[in-house]
């Protein structure tokens, strides 16, 4: 079905036609050039650290996979993770042989519920059997607890890689963005986050030899030599730098992306909230990008389930899309460890993803607040 109003689809700004053109007419077409160098500094310097180091790659899954080696990761390892989270979130988990422990939400923020993972690591830690790393995930545009978390990483001598591939653009607290905390944060610019390059990520890391190691791994792990010299083996993960000069392009528009996509969030929250409708919160000092507009519908109060609302807009061309649905609840990881008491699995059942792009017109957005009022009233008054 070819879809009217789409769920987050790209959005270009008409920067990154004159970028693409400088990077063709330098001849700088794959992999390395002028612009992904420009574009790791942009990304680097809206977030505000110097002391940053970012690597352009391929994939956000990518970012993570790389991290994950170099933090040490192999077989026989644990690593702890939000079980509510895309699959290109824990896959490369699974890459380097090591066994996930899935962790649930604090009911609260949406996000890993780090009581929980406290708790957890006080236990593992008198029983010898502490994860080699640690990654939440920024679920739907909003940050971690990053201070919780760098906290008990610390305390415990854990690694932390943060999965903000959902939150560029984000706040944690003042004057702090979202990717920029543990030892490492990976990005995403796949087509349908905040900000494009086609295809891409980033890993953002304050390590110096991090930086360094993601970028020779990232490079078939060439060492220095006239001829292909291998020590170890290495990957395709490099960004293009055509692929980077949209991304420079697109960092023109990311705060009025950002913008957008919260002002979208804001008139669904006002145009349908009612006893049953629940949006994801936002604590006190944080600011969401709200990549998505992320609600839950209550059946017992509301008489309308998630899929009745789905699919009456699919009838009529709308995307919209259930809650990840955890981890922990897949076949590929049918009895894999799971702290919790089910938040994510309550949201995943009654949860749903609203059209949330940042080029969604008013009128679109009317239309399918329009759709949703219309079946929440009837199913109310019958």
């Not at 030892?183 to 304050?206: E, P, Q, W, Y």
């Not at 949201?347 to 609203?354: A, D, M, P, R």
């Amino acid at each position: 079905m070819i879809m009217r109003i789409h769920l987050s689809r790209p959005h270009m700004s008409g920067h990154e036609e004159a970028r693409v053109a400088e990077a063709f007419a330098s001849n700088y077409i794959a992999p390395l050039g002028p612009q992904l160098e420009a574009f790791e500094a942009c990304v680097r310097d809206y977030l505000g650290d110097q002391d940053l180091h970012c690597v352009g790659l391929s994939s956000g899954s990518a970012a993570l996979h790389l991290a994950l080696r170099i933090a040490g990761v192999g077989p026989g390892d644990e690593v702890w993770i939000s079980s509510m989270t895309f699959a290109g979130g824990i896959f490369p988990v699974s890459y380097m042989g090591a066994t996930p422990r899935f962790f649930d939400l604090d009911p609260a923020s949406w996000t890993l519920d780090t009581a929980l993972l406290s708790q957890e690591l006080a236990k593992a830690a008198a029983e010898n059997r502490l994860p080699k790393a640690i990654v939440p995930t920024d679920l739907y545009g909003q940050s971690v607890d990053l201070d919780a978390l760098e906290i008990l990483a610390a305390q415990y001598d854990v690694r932390l890689i943060l999965d903000s591939a959902e939150s560029f653009g984000a706040a944690y607290k003042a004057g702090r963005k979202a990717g920029t905390g543990g030892d490492a944060a990976i990005l995403s610019f796949n087509g349908n986050k905040i900000i494009t390059t086609s295809g891409g990520g980033m890993l953002v890391t304050r390590h110096g030899n991090w930086a360094d190691q993601a970028g020779f791994l990232a490079t078939q792990a060439r060492d220095p030599a006239p001829h292909y010299e291998h020590s170890t083996y290495g990957y395709n993960y490099r960004l293009s730098n055509i692929c980077a000069a949209i991304g420079l392009g697109q960092m023109n528009v990311l705060d009025a992306r950002v913008a957008r996509r919260r002002e979208i969030f804001a008139r669904y929250e006002a145009a349908l909230a009612r006893p049953g409708v629940a949006f994801m919160p936002e604590p006190e000092g944080l600011r969401s990008t709200r990549w998505l507009t992320a609600l839950t519908i209550d059946p017992d109060r509301t008489g309308v389930s998630r899929e009745d609302i789905r699919l009456m807009l699919l009838e009529r061309q709308i995307e919209s899309r259930p809650l990840w649905k955890p981890m922990h609840m897949q076949p590929l990881y049918a009895g894999a460890v799971y702290h919790g008491t089910g938040v994510d699995e309550r949201l995943f059942t009654n949860g749903l993803c609203l059209p949330s792009g940042s080029d969604m017109t008013d009128s679109e957005q009317d239309e399918v607040i329009a759709l949703i009022s219309a079946l929440l009233d009837q199913r109310t008054q019958d």
